[in-house]
Each structure stands twice: as C-alpha cells, then as structure tokens.
C-alpha cells in the first residue's frame, strides 16, 4: 500500500478532504482542471441560512490548503490514465500549459493591464469581459495568471503581440510551456469532480439567451456579488436601469424527464430564496417572487430561513409553475403569466426573471468514470455502494461532494470528510510515511523592543467597503501612535494577502498586527498562522470587527460606520501596543476515542477510527446497539436494512480496538481536547483523546389527529412494522390517508424532518404493491423527496397514488368514523373541503431530539440550537465539528437526516477525531488565565464558577492554580475573582484600558 491519496477536484468537497487527509498523515495530490481551487464557491456572494460571505468562509481553506506542507496541488490538470490495484494505484495526470511559471509569478497584474484581447469572463458567467491572460478570481490559488491557449495572439502567431512579456517584471511569461505527463503513485483517490449548471437556453420558453433580462441563479449570484461585473449593484443587464421587481423560476433543469433531469437538485429553492433576500438587502423597496411547485426547506434552519424570508423580508412563494416568459418590446420587463391558488388567472411584469438552473454532472465524470471503472447512475452520476456512504463500487475509490448526486455545501463538507475517514481506515498502516511535519521559524524576541504596528483593512467585498470607507480608515491609522505601516485589501484573508502581510512584517520589522475585518471567530486562526511563519509570537496580534460590529448593523449610515470602523481600528492599535508574547503549553494526545450513541451513526463512525487504528469506547444507554433503525426494514434504495444493521453489530463486537459499554450514561466529564477523563454511570472510568456524540433520535409520539385513542391511526414507523409484520389491515384497507408534517414546521418545533415525504413514497408504493386496488392519498404541505428521491414521487403518482395539498391554518380534521377515520381536507385547487373516509390513517411523525442531549451538553459544555439538537461550530464548513475542540457530532443528534446521511455524517466524525488522534501532542490556545499566588485567598470563588473545571488548589500552597490545557479563556473566573488576582492573558486589565485610553484620546 501507498501512503498518498489522489483527490480529483479542488472545490469545498475536495479540499476538505485534502485538509483532512493532510492532518491525519497522508500526502495528498490534488488535481484540478482549472487554473486555481475553489471550485464554485469563489462565485457565490453569501451562502444560505446564515448569510455569511462566501469568500470569508472560504478563503481560511484557500489559504490552508495552499500552503499544507503535505498537500500538493496541481491545476490545469486531468486524469488521463488509472492502473493498478486498491491500496497501489499508478495514475498518470496530464499538465496543461499555463503559459505563466507559477512559481515565478507575483500576481502583480500587468501583464493583463497590456493586455490587448478581451474575452467573454466565463467566471462572471459571460457577464463582462476579461483579458485573455487572466487570474481566475481577486483570491486564486495559486496566485498566478494564466494564458487562455484559444484566445492568446502570440500563440496564434508568434510574432504577433507579446505585450504581457514586456510587462512581466520578473520573467514569468512562457509562450513555449507544452503539455506534461506527470505518473503519480497513491493508494487511494476520491472523487471529488463538482457540478455542471443546466444550460437554460434548453428550456427555449423562458427567453434565456434571446432576452437580456433573464438571467440564471449563477448570474446573479455574480451581480449580487461586490467582486462581479457590477460590483454588487443589481441593474437590468439591458439598459443599466434600477430594479424594481425580480421574479425566480424554479426547477428549471429539475425535475424535468424530458431533458433527463428527472431528479430534484435540492438548492434550487433555498439559493433562489437566499438571493431573493440578499437583493432585497441591496435595493431597499425591491420585489421580489419565487415561482415554484414546492418549497424544499428540508435541511438544518432551512425552514427558519424560509420563514424568514417570508415574514421579514416579504418574499413572496407563488405556488405555479411558469409555461412561458414573454418580454414587453416598449421596456425591456418581462410578463409572467400564472394561476392564483384561488383559480384566477393574472399577468404580472418583472425588471429581471432569474431562472434557478439545476446541477448536473461535469462533462469530464463521464471520461473520468470510463478511466477508473468506476460506474455511474442513470442520471450519470456516480453510483454509491449502497449504505456506504461515500465509497464507489470500486475498491480504493471515494465519492465526495455533487460527484455522487445533487447536495449543499454542509453535506458536501461531511462526504469529504467521510471520504477522508475511509481513505485513512484503507491506509491506515501507511499512515505517516510520506509526509513532514510543520517547522516554523524561529519567534523573533519583541520582549524591550518598542511597538511596531502594521495595519491592514479589508474591504471584504461590498461586506465592509460598500458602507464604510476603507481608504478613509486606512489614512487615519496611518496617523496613530506605533503604527508603521497601514494598507487596505479587497479580501485580506486571500492568499496573496496573506503572503504580502508576511512579507511585509519583514521588511518593516513589524512586531504587533492589527487586522480590520470580519470575525475573530473564523479567520483569527489564519492570521495567527501567517504571524508564526513571519517569525513572530501568534498572541502579538489583535482584530477589529468592523463587518458584525459596524458595517452590517450600520448599513443605512456609512458616514457614521465609518467614523465607528475608525474608532474599533484605533482601540485595537492602542491595545496592541501593550500586547507581550504568550507561550502555549504542550500535551500529549491520548489517541482513544469515546463515542456516545450506539446507533448506525454511531457505529459507523467507531468502526471507522477502529479501521484507522484508534481505540474506541462505544457507550450505549440500552442493552443493544443498532438505535432508531431497528424499526426500518428497507431503505429507500430497496436495502435490507435489518441485515445491514445485523452486520454492522457482528463487525463492531468482532472489533478488538472497539469496547462496548451497554446500559451506561455519561456521569461525569473532565479534561481537555487530547485528553477528557469521562466516568460512566457504572463507574467505569475512560480516559480518551476526543469524543463523538452520536445520541440519535425519536419519532414523535403525536398528540392530534387522535393518535393513541383510535387504533386505525399509524405512525410512519408503526405502518412500516405493520407492513412487514403482514397485518391484514393494509391488504384490507380501501383507503389509506397520510398526513405530512405531524408535529413539524410548526410554532413548536419550526423545523422540516428531511425524511418524512420520501418516506411517505416509500410507505404508499408499498401499499399498492400489496394492494394496487388501495387508495392512497397524501395530505402535504409542501412534497420534499429532494435529490433522487424524486423518483419516487413520480413513481407513486404513475401509480396512482393522490396528492392533496394543504396550509398550516387548515390542517385536515380528524375524527372516528363507526369502523373507519373520518379525514376533513380543505382542496387548495377548488377551494373546497374534501371528506375521506379512511380504513388507515399514516402520520409523518417529527424526529425529535434525543432526551440525553441536555444533559451532555452541560457535562461537555456544548451548545444545543433552540430546537435541541446539537449546534455545529459552522453550519456550512464545520458541520461535524462543536466549537469546543475534540469534540464532534453526528446521526440525528445533529439534526434530521436518514440512513445514508447517518452514516456518511459518522464517518465524517470518525475522520474529522482522527486529525486529533493522530497527532503525537497539541498545544494550548494560549489565551489562558493565570493566578497571582501572592493575591490569591483561596476562596474558591474560581474552582466553583469554572465551567471547564481548570481551576484547583494546590496542595501544599494553598493557593489557585488554573490548568493551562483545559482553561478555555472565557475569563469568567478573572471577571469574578474578588481580590483580582487572576489574570486573563491577551486580555488584562492594562489592556484593555489603553483600547478605552485610545478610544478617547484626543477627543
């Protein structure tokens, strides 16, 4: 075996995987058709429900990806040719020429400012023009122009042009860069190829491509965005004129036969609402309608976010699929015509109609596919091992992200590292063989030296820029006490940036950074990094938040935001002046994992650090293991699901490195990321590196619908074991109704449970194959079979199966009948009340949270989300991990998913523990409280307010001290500690009263 893995596709999914794999010991070879990484994110202004900056997010992993000692990427690359066996694969990559050494490059941009030709900008999606040599977007990795071979004038002709040569100033430009063929040896590859856009001008009823004013999603993604065509301003692309009214179209390239897209691309309707908001945020007054057949909010606070779309921002859901889009010739504006819910018929103009395009497979997954004979689906995708998870049906092969089907980003981000997991638990005795560890320089001595502060403001797009005035800011901390240098940047947090910032803490002899921009909390880590390979002390650095603390809440007034973004700056120079080195304390890992939940979420993710190599404590509160899914018997794929979970139980009690603790509860926690001390109810005590919490779920016990008071009325769940169990009710049964949305998306619990409508289809498919004379009727709010589950669906009504829709204030009315259940259902198509007489009534019952949850999350101190799941460090790109370190999530304690989604997500948890595990020792933040033992009382006012338990008195003094490696920095015992005599470092009082000194000096 080979200690390497080939990742193919450098966006969100393959560089996750590639993180991953780095941090647990692998080399890893990237490789990417495209001049940079990032695949489609660098496109997309704010991501959904957070509406958080994509580039923000995103370039942290730019960054740290680019310059991973263990990762090495190569762009403009394809695989041409895959040989060998599982574990020992030989590939040959083809290099396409760059024209433009890499290496040499600066990114300086004149050779494109000389650039004569310009060419349509495929990344602004034709939107504007381009030169064609180019850098692919502001923040590329890596930070390197290149040629485009078809449009160059030299290339055409070599004596023609050849203006970037002479602008070059360091020789970088290479007209006579040939292809090359490079032979990589790795032991397994994942598959992380991206998606296509379907191409609208497919659907010739909707004007794509004959009127200017319609657009795709993507399209105006690039004009919401501040790095687009139009710099974040929405304009009619025909005339530049303002925007009053925006209509979206949905599912067009979804489920739609015709083109063989029968399958939902399950974003559609939340990027189409997303956009509709941030819109409105740009043009106060704006319009905005989303046509639709459904609205399919089905992941986590997807349907908060709905809701909120709806009642805050008056986003208006127009239930009626669009025939046509016929333009107005006297203004440009587009008629729509549609059906009202109560049968009427109207026109409406729009500004801009923007159609949501589906996903579909890249062009080059087909040739890949044929390559490494690996098979694809009927759509042409790639096809999954059934409950897998993530591996292909060929050894050695892993699927990750929209390879294997339509996803969003946060479960895109847990295949990889599922991906990642499996790749590790198939390589595991090669791990660490072929890759270094991480030298930095050594820390410069500040320590006498008089404060030397750069300073740098980023505009973060039209985040920061579009309300305050950055260059403003920049001028004024020019001005400032200690500051020696000050610029701005478009995206500081970019690679570029981040290089120029080293470079420049050299040549200045910069000893203290301030950064202004976004939040701490996600790119502070980044620049710290950045501060050690510039040879300095990563605590001599501080952040102002002028995006969450001024921009963004001062939207309407950017003379005033301005004015605040100055004084922030200012508070953070005057506080940086008294910032002094801290030195981290260093611990050795304890490469045991405690997984708490027994369930299939559980035990994949045990058997997946078991594979890699690390011991497991399974803890389960009942006497057997196989949680919630006990009572499935087949998958939505036709899978057994009772043998599969028969011998996933067989593998985890045949495991060695796996001990099963039954009937136990977590009691008591204590310790540090690296090394918890964990005593469970029996007393057993278990000492463990990192922990998974994979509590699982229930089905709601329903309280309407006489639930528990007629026995003709069913659970999802129940109707499953009935079936299986050959009740002859269900080959008895005349009618069977089913009801949608028992006890979910409503006022007490506000959010969609994923599964119930496919589930439905499942459950109604299987009634007519026992029964076909049955009727089956559905009561829905909204139908949800997302991705291929849409097969089903459109299975189910070829077969008869009715649908009726109905609104959260006219639920259906249930009452017993003298030998059946009388249903009362308000038709939303003829307005009229429809009664049903049912021999079985079926109700999609809410997943609920596991009791346990609470409880944990206080031993833990992790945080639970108002609906009491576990809440993630980051919904989009930390979906497994909690903001507390070493300890991870996955199944439905997390959230509403079915089988695949478990155990995928469990094996994510596995592998994202594993970069904890596999590390020999890990430091301490840093930013720790420490104790004056000459003030200290021992009052043990900190040992009782601590909710970490790192302060103790020492035996002996008598006096506090405060474990470095547990201490969290939350300064809670500082904050309380009577005779002041704990310190909080990075944050003392001298500190922060030089920020309020500065703040009001000169005032």
């Known amino acids: 075996m080979v200690g390497a893995v080939m990742v193919v596709g450098a966006g969100i999914s393959g560089m996750q995987s590639a993180l991953d794999l780095a941090e647990m010991g692998y080399k890893v070879y990237i490789v990417e058709k495209t001049p940079a990484i990032g695949g ?81 900008d495929d990344f602004n999606q034709k939107m504007g023009k381009r030169k064609s040599i180019y850098k692919l977007y502001p923040q590329a990795f890596p930070n390197a122009y290149v040629i485009d071979g078809s449009k160059c004038l030299k290339l055409k002709n070599p004596k023609a042009c050849g203006k970037c040569i002479d602008a070059c100033p360091v020789d970088a430009i290479d007209h006579d860069m040939k292809e090359e063929f490079v032979n990589i040896n790795v032991g397994a590859v994942i598959v992380c190829s991206g998606y296509d856009l379907f191409d609208a001008e497919l659907r010739g009823e909707y004007g794509y491509g004959v009127y200017p004013n319609v657009l795709t999603s993507l399209q105006f993604e690039r004009m919401l965005s501040a790095s687009g065509p139009f710099q974040g301003h929405v304009q009619r692309p025909s005339d530049g004129g303002e925007v009053k009214k925006v209509a979206f179209i949905q599912c067009v390239g979804s489920r739609d036969i015709a083109k063989n897209q029968g399958y939902c691309s399950s974003v559609c309707c939340m990027y189409a609402t997303k956009e509709a908001v941030i819109a409105k945020e740009h043009v106060p007054g704006l319009e905005t309608a989303i046509f639709c057949m459904d609205v399919r909010a089905f992941g986590k606070d997807f349907e908060k976010y709905y809701n909120r779309a709806k009642d805050n921002y008056n986003v208006r859901y127009i239930k009626s699929m669009i025939s046509s889009v016929k333009e107005n010739p006297a203004n440009n504006n587009l008629r729509l015509q549609y059906r009202t819910p109560g049968g009427e018929i109207l026109e409406e103009e729009f500004d801009i109609v923007v159609l949501s395009v589906g996903l579909k497979p890249t062009r080059e997954l087909a040739e890949l596919s044929r390559i490494m004979d690996i098979p694809l689906n009927h759509y042409n995708f790639c096809d999954l091992k059934p409950l897998s998870g993530v591996e292909s049906m060929k050894p050695g092969i892993y699927l990750a992200g929209v390879s294997s089907g339509p996803k969003d980003i946060p479960e895109t981000v847990m295949q990889a590292s599922a991906a990642a997991g499996d790749c590790s638990s198939f390589l595991a ?51 400032l006490p200690n500051v020696v240098y000050a610029q701005e940047g478009l995206y500081v947090c970019s690679q570029d940036s981040q290089s120029t910032m080293r470079d420049l803490i050299k040549e200045h002899n910069l000893n203290r950074i301030v950064v202004a921009s976004c939040s701490p909390r996600t790119h502070k880590p980044l620049f710290q990094e950045t501060m050690r390979d510039a040879g300095l002390n990563k605590h001599l650095f501080e952040m102002a938040n002028i995006r969450d603390q001024c921009s963004w809440v001062h939207q309407t007034d950017h003379d005033r935001a301005t004015e605040k973004a100055k004084d922030l700056v200012k508070m953070s120079i005057y506080k940086a002046s008294t910032l002094s080195p801290i030195t981290s304390i260093v611990v050795e890992v304890n490469p045991a994992c405690m997984v708490i939940g027994g369930g299939v979420s559980g035990m994949s993710a045990a058997l997946n650090l078991a594979g ?15 949680g919630l899914a006990r009572r ?16 996933l139980i067989e593998k985890v009690n045949s495991q060695s490195l796996i001990t099963v603790h039954r009937n136990c509860q977590v009691n008591e926690v204590s310790g540090y990321v690296g090394n918890f001390n964990t005593v469970l109810s029996n007393g ?65 619990r506000p959010y969609c449970s994923r599964i119930c409508c496919t589930k439905t289809m499942k459950l109604a498919l299987k009634v007519k194959d026992l029964n076909p004379s049955a009727n089956v009727i559905v009561l829905y709010r909204d139908i949800r079979t997302y991705g291929f589950y849409e097969d089903l669906y459109r299975e189910a009504r070829s077969r008869g199966v009715f649908f009726i829709r109905y609104e959260k204030d006219q639920k259906p009315l249930v009452q017993s009948g003298q030998n059946t259940v009388n249903v009362t259902v308000t038709d939303h198509i003829l307005n009229e009340k ?12 809410a997943t609920v949270p596991a009791k346990t949850n609470e409880k944990l999350s206080q031993l833990f101190k992790v945080p639970l989300n108002p609906d009491s799941f576990f809440l993630e460090a980051h919904m989009k790109l930390r979906p497994v991990d909690f903001s507390s370190e070493g300890v991870f999530m996955c199944g439905l304690a997390h959230g509403p998913k079915g089988l695949d989604g478990s155990i995928s997500q469990g094996k994510a948890a596995g592998g994202r523990a594993a970069t904890v595990l596999g590390r020999k020792t890990l430091e301490s933040k840093g930013i720790t409280a420490v104790v004056d033992p000459d003030k200290c009382a021992a009052c043990l006012t900190c040992v009782r307010l601590c909710p970490f338990n790192a302060p103790r008195i020492k035996p002996g003094t008598h006096k506090a001290e405060i474990e470095a490696v547990i201490c969290q920095g939350c300064g809670s015992c500082a904050g309380e500690c009577p005779n002041k005599a704990i310190r909080l470092q990075g944050y003392s009082d001298e500190q922060y009263n030089a920020a309020l000194n500065g703040l009001f000096d000169n005032c």
């Not at 049903?836 to 019952?845: I, K, M, N, S, T």
């Open 632 to 647: 499935i018997t087949e998958g939505f794929r036709g899978e057994n699901i009772q043998s599969y979970i028969s011998g």
């Open 429 to 479: 005795p090669e791990r660490n063989t072929l890759v270094s560890e991480r030298v930095f320089p050594d820390q410069v001595d500040v320590l006498g030296q008089d404060p030397r502060i750069g300073v740098f403001v980023c505009h973060c797009g039209i985040n920061i820029g579009s309300v305050v005035n950055v260059p403003s800011v920049v001028e004024f901390a020019k001005g």
């Open 40 to 120: 489609r994110m660098p496109m997309l202004d704010k991501t959904f429900p957070t509406n958080d900056c994509s580039m923000c997010i995103l370039s942290p992993k730019l960054v740290e990806c680019g310059r991973h000692r263990n990762i090495e990427v190569i762009t403009m690359s394809e695989v041409v040719e895959f040989k060998g066996d599982p574990g020992n694969y030989q590939v040959t990559v083809k290099k396409n020429p760059r024209y433009v050494d890499a290496t040499k490059c600066l990114g300086c941009g004149s050779c494109a400012e000389k650039c004569p030709v310009k060419v349509e």
């Open 834 to 845: 429809i009664e049903l007489e049912a021999d079985l009534l079926v109700l999609a019952a």
């Open 684 to 748: 057993t005590k278990i000492d463990h590196g990192a922990t998974i919490i994979a509590t699982g779920g229930d089905e709601l016990i329903p309280t309407e619908y006489l639930y528990g008071e007629n026995p003709r009325v069913l659970t999802q769940m129940e109707m499953d074991e009935a079936i299986s169990s050959g009740d002859s009710r269900i080959a008895a049964a005349k009618n069977i109704v089913m009801i949608q949305c028992v006890g979910s998306r409503d006022d007490q």
């Open 612 to 626: 890699q190599g690390y011991r497991v404590h399974l803890v389960e509160s009942s006497d057997s293991l196989g």
